[in-house]
């Protein structure tokens, strides 16, 4: 079976320094990978997806992701932290098996001004 | 192009009561899935209807259940209310079977408390 695991369940840094959020995950497939993000009160957004194209995947607000099959990994990155980036990020596996989507417990990022 | 609406944003039921939650999707989306979200749990699937047919369901009882008519929108039931199932429901919807790789739209939920 799929899984997904969020190393972190909370992040902080500081405003303009790197940011780094880390998913390893579980497949017998070779897996489709997204990363959602959930800011306060507001629904959940697609930030980027894997499906097997380019391994280095870039999404919107200056995310960006690499899928490593060899560590199992698809960690989010940005160069540069902004106030805005305040949000919940959750890490997601696609189950091509049962066309189900698998989700991780999330990682709550918190920028300090 | 209208987002995902879910009505209504709040609601406050009994314990044994019963709820209906409505999500109407982005237009042209034929899927709609439905989570819980609690900050003890994470987001948890509930199903996910695919024209008019429930296509997926994960591991709640029965008391969860939930409907798609003609026109993807959707309806989600609760019976017999308890207070664990106050949290969060988020209804997204897609073109195609979200494991198909699709991205899915959420809306901002319905926030449920059982009191």
């Known amino acids: 079976a799929q899984s997904v695991t969020q190393l972190d369940s909370h992040v902080s840094v500081s405003e303009g320094t790197p940011v780094l959020l880390r998913c390893n995950y579980s497949?017998?497939?070779?897996?489709?990978l997204f990363w959602y993000v959930q800011h306060p009160n507001k629904g959940l957004q697609l930030l980027l997806k894997?499906?097997?194209?380019a391994t280095l995947v870039k999404g919107i607000n200056g995310f960006e992701a690499e899928f490593k099959k060899s560590e199992t990994s698809f960690h989010l990155t940005k160069p540069s932290a902004h106030m805005s980036d305040a949000a919940e990020y959750f890490c997601v596996v696609s189950d091509s098996s049962n066309y189900q989507l698998i989700w991780g417990a999330g990682t709550k990022l918190i920028i300090k001004p | 192009k209208a987002g995902v609406t879910q009505t209504p944003r709040y609601l406050i039921k009994t314990r044994g009561q019963q709820v209906t939650l409505s999500c109407s999707p982005i237009?042209?989306?034929?899927?709609v899935s439905w989570y819980q979200q609690t900050p003890g749990q994470g987001l948890q699937f509930l199903f996910e209807?695919?024209?008019?047919?429930?296509?997926n369901k994960g591991n709640f009882p029965g008391r969860f259940s939930g409907r798609q008519f003609s026109n993807s929108r959707s309806e989600m039931n609760v019976s017999t209310l308890e207070l664990g199932d106050s949290a969060l429901y988020l209804c997204?919807?897609?073109?195609?079977?979200?494991?198909?790789?699709?991205?899915?739209?959420f809306g901002q939920g319905t926030r449920l408390t059982v009191v």
């Open positions: 894997y499906t097997s194209a």
């Open positions: 997204a919807s897609s073109t195609e079977l979200t494991g198909l790789n699709t991205e899915a739209f």
């Open positions: 497949s017998s497939y070779s897996p489709s």
């Open positions: 237009s042209g989306h034929r899927s």
């Open positions: 209807y695919f024209s008019e047919t429930q296509r």
